[in-house]
């Protein structure tokens, strides 16, 4: 791999590629798979290891956005659901569904009743692709989970969405070695400091950050997929755009697994937000 690393660095200054991809998180990955499947010529950088930003630390799930019903953002939930879908559909070794098991205190913004109901609408959005909905009561949670402690519950139910069964790093590593089979020339710990448009072309500055030489990649277009990083890089390359990032924060406590039911025990935390 170190190899092929180091004869794709000496390709990177070598031709003027159709596009270069900056970013190997999920959104440069399926980027270059896409587009050198489709015959283009492509180059992908990324200033660390390919996934190893933010896509090697999501939830790993691929979800149909149901928290979103709350807010009556129902374009959205449909579209997501599509995807949810689609990605089912294309991987399903890799992308598989699952049960949330979702139980409802008493005291609630709305009764178990009315969020189960939301429930159903989600999976009839969801073009009933998978499991059913099931409403459970507060004696038959008891007995399916007896991790949960029903003592203030008033009822729940569970539902289905998908995750990624093999993670997220894995996901999109797949994507980089498919763009590669199809010529995408691809290297890590490679950064881009910078582009400037020259005669109708893209000139980028690159480093490669392990050795510290320096070196320029021509492209026709350039696609910035720096995830956290886009809005810097547009700065410093003198694009605007319409659009910014806002950033927020998810967190995620590492636990044993407390139940052997290889379903998501999922509750509203007190302050209502969704704790899983
Ligand atoms: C806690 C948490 C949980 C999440 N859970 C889920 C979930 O369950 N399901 C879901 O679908 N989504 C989830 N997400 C969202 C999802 O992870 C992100 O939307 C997605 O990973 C963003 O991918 P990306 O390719 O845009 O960015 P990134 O993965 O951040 O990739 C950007 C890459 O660009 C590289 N880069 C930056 N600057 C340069 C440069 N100058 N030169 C070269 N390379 C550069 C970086 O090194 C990085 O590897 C979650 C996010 C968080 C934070």
Redesign the pocket.
């Known amino acids: 791999m170190n190899n092929l690393r180091k004869s794709n660095i000496q390709k990177l200054p070598q031709k003027t590629f159709d596009v270069l991809i ?7 990955a399926v980027s270059a798979a896409a587009l050198a499947a489709k015959g283009a010529k492509v180059a992908l ?4 290891d390919f ?5 090697s ?7 149909g956005g149901i928290k979103y019903l709350e807010s009556h953002e129902y374009g959205l939930v449909n579209k997501l659901c599509k995807s949810r879908n689609h990605l089912m559909r294309s991987y399903p070794s890799t992308v598989k569904e699952i049960r949330f098991f979702t139980s409802i205190q008493k005291g609630f913004r709305f009764p178990p009743l009315f969020v189960f109901m939301g429930t159903i609408v989600y999976w009839i959005m969801g073009r009933f692709f998978t499991q059913s909905p099931q409403y459970l009561t507060a004696r038959k949670i008891k007995s399916l989970e007896k991790v949960v402690k029903t003592d203030n519950l008033n009822g729940g139910f569970e539902y289905s969405d998908a995750f990624l069964h093999d993670n997220d790093a894995r996901f999109v590593f797949n994507f980089i070695r498919s763009s590669m089979s199809y010529g995408c020339i691809a290297a890590n710990y ?3 400091n910078g582009s400037e448009k020259i005669d109708g072309e893209w000139n980028t500055k690159a480093k490669d950050v392990i050795s510290g030489e320096e070196f320029e990649i021509r492209s026709k277009v350039i696609i910035n ?5 886009v809005d810097p ?1 547009n700065q410093v390359n003198q694009q605007t755009t319409e659009h910014h990032h806002l950033f927020s924060k ?1 967190i ?1 406590l590492i636990v044993d697994k407390i139940t052997d039911s290889n379903k998501v025990l999922t509750f509203f935390a007190d302050d209502g937000r969704l704790f899983l």
Do not use: E, Y
């Not at 900056?22 to 440069?28: L, M, P, S």
């Not at 950088?45 to 660390?48: E, Q, V």
């Not at 996934?51 to 896509?55: E, I, L, P, Q, R």
């Not at 630390?57 to 979800?63: G, H, I, K, Q, R």
């Open positions: 900056i970013g190997g998180g999920i959104n440069g950088i990324d200033k660390g996934a190893g930003f933010t896509s630390n999501s939830s790993n799930l691929a979800w490679v950064q881009a997929s720096a995830g956290p990083f890089m998810g995620h």
